[in-house]
T-cell receptor, first 114, second 116 residues
């Protein structure tokens, strides 16, 4: 069965520090992978996606993610975190192909210290 | 960018009442809409997929008679929680897409439902 695992429930970093959020997936075919961000009490905003091609994908707000098939991972990175990045981050796989039938990980809550 | 409006944003009601949540795509035609449920500090769980003019497809374990979904137009889908009880309290989020798998889902801001 398809699944997404985000090992870190809560991460705290200092403003200006680098960030890496981990994501592992289980999917039988070529995965469609996504990272979303959710601010408190709001819906989700797409940060970036991987469908095919270059395994290092760039997203909005300075985020990037690298698809590693051998490790079944799609970790999210940002070189320098801003206080406004504090939010909940969800990794997801498109189980129905593309954006269809998204299966989300449990999420990682990011706190940023000034 | 594409905007999805969800209404109401917050509702409190008594046990036994029915609650309707609306999801509207404001600037595109949403062939497909999705309804998710999110428990506190947990992930989103897909409840159902609705295609305009068709019956919704419910995920395993979701009671279709409890959570009625209507997608009568290309810009509006509704989720009705019938005879709501405290265990139905949750954050409900909709998303909408033009329908093709390479088109992103655009999410509403969610509805917080509290049943007393």
């Amino acid at each position: 069965a398809q699944s997404v695992t985000q090992p870190d429930i809560h991460i705290t970093v200092s403003e200006g520090a680098s960030l890496e959020l981990r994501c592992n997936y289980s999917y039988g075919a070529t995965p469609y992978l996504f990272w979303y961000v959710q601010s408190p009490g709001q819906g989700l905003q797409l940060l970036l996606k991987y469908f095919s091609g270059d395994t290092l994908v760039q997203g909005i707000k300075g985020f990037e993610a690298e698809f590693k098939r051998s490790q079944s991972s799609f970790n999210l990175r940002k070189p320098s975190v801003h206080w406004s990045d504090a939010a909940e981050y969800f990794c997801a796989v498109g189980a129905g192909g593309g954006y269809n039938k998204l299966i989300f990980g449990a999420g990682t809550r990011l706190a940023v210290h000034p | 960018g594409a905007v999805v409006s969800q209404h109401p944003s917050w509702v409190i009601c008594k046990s036994g009442t029915s609650v309707k949540i609306e999801c509207r795509s404001l600037d595109f035609q949403a062939t497909t809409m999705f309804w998710y449920r999110q428990f506190p500090k947990q992930s989103l769980m897909l409840m159902a997929t609705s295609n305009e003019g068709s019956k919704a497809t419910y995920e395993q374990g979701v009671e279709k008679d409890k959570f009625l979904i209507n997608h009568a137009s290309l810009t509006l889908s509704t989720l009705t929680v019938t005879s709501a009880h405290p265990e139905d309290s949750s954050f409900y989020i909709c998303s909408a897409t033009p329908g093709q798998s390479n088109q992103p889902q655009h999410f509403g801001d969610g509805t917080r439902l509290s049943i007393l």
